[in-house]
């Protein structure tokens, strides 16, 4: 008899949409786990953590927050992010907390185009387009340094820095990251994106390390693009992207407009990788919390779904992975859709959905 694996999951649905969504991968995951005949199960711990937890408790999640989650396999997000709490603190006090303190240096972000949803960039003679947002996780603009001087508030002088921070290590391994992520699809390309134009120190610094990389991967064609140009690249030549490198900032800005471009936001996953393991990574959909929806029952599940199948490539389940996926594109390619992608279907209906097709 072989014996079951178990897997010990911590799930932080934290704001708004957050809960709906997060309840909804794990009502697949758990399909996922009821269908394998006993094979693999999940073991779910569920922290309150948030803008909720912070009205009550001062802070988004308590100082011993990290060291509960570090006996943990992975960690399923939902969003954060609520209009009680200035934004920056609910950013920092939760969601960059846990992937600067577990060194999740890669954040992995496809543009993933689904069957029948409609988009602002696919035209009826399109070839295959999908290509892959690698965001650096852990410095660069969100490193988190320099201060406000106060002392002239209210005369209209006040001072504000707001530094970036590029290690060379920080930008090898990224690029790395990306490189070996290149090798394993059938466009072998890396664009990296900079503004090192305007940006001399940190971002030159990033070009250099890119340009000796690029030597070690010979067989991967490499480009290195400005971060104004590649927006437009976005638009006008997405057939030209398969593996697109940046720093924290820009890749943030750049995977959301690659999501809108897809279709909309609600469809993209992301990971949040301690490539190393020597701590818990993180799954969550790329998008925030969406007060304008949330509670409605009618926000879109895909993103998360598409973050819990990630989460079972991480823990080793790869056939269900792709399993997941291809339940994911037999929903959409039915046309069983949430309103932000233009259908009727609510959060529950796509969920449901999802598993009769798994
Ligand atoms: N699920 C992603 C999320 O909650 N995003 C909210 C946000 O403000 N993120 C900023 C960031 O990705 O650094």
Same mark, same amino acid.
């Given at each position: ?14 704001? #708004? ?26 073991? $779910? %711990? ?31 997000? #939902?969003? *954060?992010?609520?209009?009680? *709490? ?18 999740? $240096? ?9 069957? #029948? ?9 399109? %070839? ?9 996780? &852990?410095? #660069? ?82 480009? &290195? ?5 590649? &927006? ?26 690659? &999501? ?99």
């Amino acid at each position: 008899m072989t014996s079951q694996r178990r897997f010990r999951i911590a799930a932080i649905p934290a704001d #708004g949409v957050g809960a709906e969504v997060v309840a909804a991968g794990r009502t697949v995951l758990d399909a996922l786990a009821a269908a394998s005949g006993g094979a693999f199960a999940f073991d $779910w %711990t569920e922290f309150p953590w948030g803008s909720d937890y912070y009205a009550e408790h001062g802070v988004m999640m308590p100082d011993d927050g990290l060291a509960t989650l570090q006996d943990f396999e992975a960690i399923y997000f #939902g969003a *954060v992010g609520w209009p009680t *709490v200035p934004d920056h603190i609910s950013l920092w006090g939760l969601r960059l907390r846990i992937c600067q303190g577990f060194d999740q $240096w890669a954040n992995v972000r496809p543009v993933h185009f689904l069957p #029948g949803v409609v988009s602002p960039l696919r035209k009826a003679d399109d %070839t295959e387009l999908d290509w892959v947002v690698v965001r650096e996780n &852990s410095e #660069g603009e969100y490193a988190g340094l320099g201060g406000r001087n106060l002392s002239a508030r209210g005369a209209g002088g006040e001072v504000a820095v707001q530094s970036a921070l590029f290690t060379e290590v920080g930008c090898e391994r990224i690029i790395r990251f990306a490189f070996e992520l290149a090798r394993t699809r059938a466009r072998k390309k890396v664009s990296s994106v900079t503004k090192s134009n305007a940006q001399q120190y940190g971002m030159v610094l990033w070009d250099d390390t890119f340009r000796r990389v690029a030597s070690d991967y010979p067989d991967v064609e490499t480009e &290195s693009v400005l971060v104004d140009a590649m &927006s437009a690249k976005f638009v006008l030549h997405p057939e030209d992207l398969s593996v697109v490198v940046a720093s924290n900032l820009n890749a943030d800005i750049l995977s959301d407009l690659g &999501s809108a471009l897809a279709g909309s936001l609600g469809l993209a996953a992301s990971a949040n990788l301690n490539p190393e393991r020597r701590y818990p990574s993180m799954f969550e959909p790329v998008h925030g919390s969406a007060p304008d929806i949330a509670g409605r029952g009618v926000c879109n599940p895909i993103g998360a779904v598409g973050s819990a199948a990630f989460m079972l490539d991480h823990l080793g389940l790869h056939d269900e992975a792709a399993r997941l996926g291809k339940a994911i594109e037999a929903t959409t390619g039915a046309g069983v859709m949430t309103p932000d992608v233009g259908g009727t279907a609510t959060t529950a209906d796509v969920t449901q959905a999802i598993i009769d097709h798994l």
